[in-house]
């Protein structure tokens, strides 16, 4: 089955750009997600990528998607602190899998 | 905004007790799902529906396990006898079309809190 693969932590500064990483390993995904979810709420679709792309941009979230290489990065903007979540990404055949996400703090 | 709501947000149950979790899905949508998240670790597949059945489930979703769509809007997961282990939070979701084809919309959550 799927496994994805995510760094667990990013730290990053009010106003720098941030990176998310992820790797894969089902390359049947028609669409690659990234999710967000914030303290004490659920998954909220943030954006998403079909497979055949390599980069998609909507306003301060900018995906790209290396298909050879399995990876897939999610880049922020200006990051705000509203930004602060965990960030899922997510692919899959008939079911979407999830890895452990990663925590981003944002910091002033 | 339709939205999936799930209730109740936070059971606390002793061991061995049966729980039913609910979610109310997106009214036109015809794919739901359950997952889990145990505390600081990933978000689990649990099961998959469509047409009044289950269409796919993981090796977690054992015979303690099963799903119900009993009147046509709400969405049940029932577990039979709680375990320590079933102690996570549990999100329903919902969606158009299946799996990656199509953007799955997510309640908040029901936290199982197995003492």
């Known amino acids: 089955g799927e496994d994805v693969e995510q760094s667990l932590f990013l730290s990053v500064r009010e106003g720098d750009s941030s990176v998310i990483n992820c790797t894969y390993t089902?390359?049947?995904?028609?669409?690659l997600y990234w999710y967000k979810q914030e303290p004490g709420a659920g998954l909220q679709l943030l954006t998403y990528?079909?497979?055949?792309?390599d980069m998609k941009q909507d306003q301060r979230l900018t995906v790209l998607l290396n298909k050879k290489d399995k990876h897939l990065s999610l880049r922020i903007a200006d990051t705000q602190t509203g930004d602060s979540a965990i960030y899922f990404c997510?692919?899959?055949?008939?079911?979407?899998?999830f890895g452990t996400g990663t925590q981003l703090k944002v910091e002033l | 905004e339709p939205e999936v709501t799930q209730t109740p947000s936070h059971q606390v149950t002793q061991m061995g007790q049966e729980v039913i979790l609910r979610c109310v899905p997106i009214?036109?949508?015809?794919?739901f799902y359950w997952y889990r998240q145990i505390l600081g670790q990933k978000v689990e597949f649990l099961v998959s529906?469509?047409?009044?059945?289950?269409?796919?489930k993981s090796e977690i979703f054992d015979d303690q396990f099963s799903v119900e769509r009993p009147d046509g809007s709400n969405f049940t997961l029932k577990i039979r006898s709680t375990k320590l282990e079933d102690s996570a939070m549990y999100f329903c979701?919902?969606?158009?079309?299946?799996?990656?084809?199509?953007?799955?919309?997510f309640g908040e959550g029901s936290r199982l809190t197995v003492l």
């Open positions: 979701a919902s969606s158009v079309r299946q799996g990656s084809t199509g953007e799955l919309f």
């Open positions: 089902d390359s049947s995904s028609t669409y």
């Open positions: 990528i079909f497979s055949n792309m």
């Open positions: 997510t692919g899959g055949g008939n079911k979407l899998t």
């Open positions: 009214s036109n949508h015809l794919y």
């Open positions: 529906f469509y047409n009044n059945e289950i269409s796919e």
